[in-house]
């Protein structure tokens, strides 16, 4: 495999406004971001962005800046368009997409998610962890993946997300984790296709895949990554942050 790791990035946030330029430690958010991407050192990272506002700290912060159109309504759709722009000549095989509001995500577990993806049955690979807290078993905006367990370690081969509790009965539920890797074939496939029932009725993306016959497997992580949607979030990035960098 070679990688490209790209972090779709965008201002038109409705509860959290300029989110990615908000101030973590004396950096903008999607800094961290990218920081935490380069250390996964899997590939070389870039930002898509159609914000000259974010273009211009993340070149300032020394990352690689692809600008796109404005009129993406995905992640997906905007990565789709930078790896166009980036890789021409088709060097990579597979795209990582970050999300740009993972300001905490342990670079580990970026660097896990491409693990699935050896198998060349597996055409999108992403990341779960346990849900530990009752509260998020039947929360809505827990997404939760409802896979079978595969031989190999920590491995789950997803048969379905859902934002209602499932599976049914004794037994661990898993909160999905909106960070995948593609094979680029299937970035090239899933960004052709119109949303699909399911994807419209549950409101998740990645349903589209399934219902396409797409194989997605999911590696297990210890925790979930915060992601920053709100100003109490926000506050949150900043104590994680302000905590490890006193630990070193």
Not at 50 to 73: F, L, P, R, Y
Request: aromatic share 4%; with cysteine.
């Amino acid at each position: 495999m070679k990688p490209l790791v790209l972090i779709p990035s965008r201002l038109a946030a409705t509860r959290l406004p300029n989110k990615p330029l908000a101030d973590i430690a004396g950096d903008p958010m999607i800094v961290h971001v990218w920081r935490r991407a380069c250390e996964a050192d899997i590939g070389p990272v870039a930002i898509a962005t159609d914000a000259e506002e974010i273009a211009e700290v993340v070149t300032k912060a020394g990352a690689q800046v692809v600008m796109t159109s404005a009129n993406h309504t995905t992640g997906s759709d905007r990565i789709h368009e930078a790896l166009q722009k980036l890789d021409p000549a088709r060097e990579y095989d597979v795209v990582v997409n970050v999300q740009g509001d993972l300001p905490t995500i342990d670079p580990k577990a970026i660097a896990a998610s491409i693990q699935p993806l050896d198998d060349t049955a597996v055409s999108i690979a992403t990341l779960v962890a346990e849900i530990k807290v009752d509260e998020e078993r039947s929360n809505p905006n827990v997404v939760k993946m409802v896979g079978t367990k595969l031989f190999a370690p920590n491995r789950y081969r997803a048969l379905y997300f859902t934002r209602a509790t499932a599976p049914y009965g004794d037994g661990p539920l898993y909160h999905h984790i909106g960070l995948y890797a593609y094979r680029r074939m299937a970035l090239e496939r899933f960004v052709t296709m119109s949303p699909s029932q399911l994807e419209i009725r549950e409101k998740l993306e990645q349903l589209r895949a399934i219902e396409a016959g797409m194989r997605i497997d999911a590696m297990v992580v210890d925790d979930v990554p915060l992601g920053v949607d709100t100003p109490a979030d926000l506050e949150r990035a900043r104590q994680i942050i302000a905590e490890r960098q006193t630990a070193k």
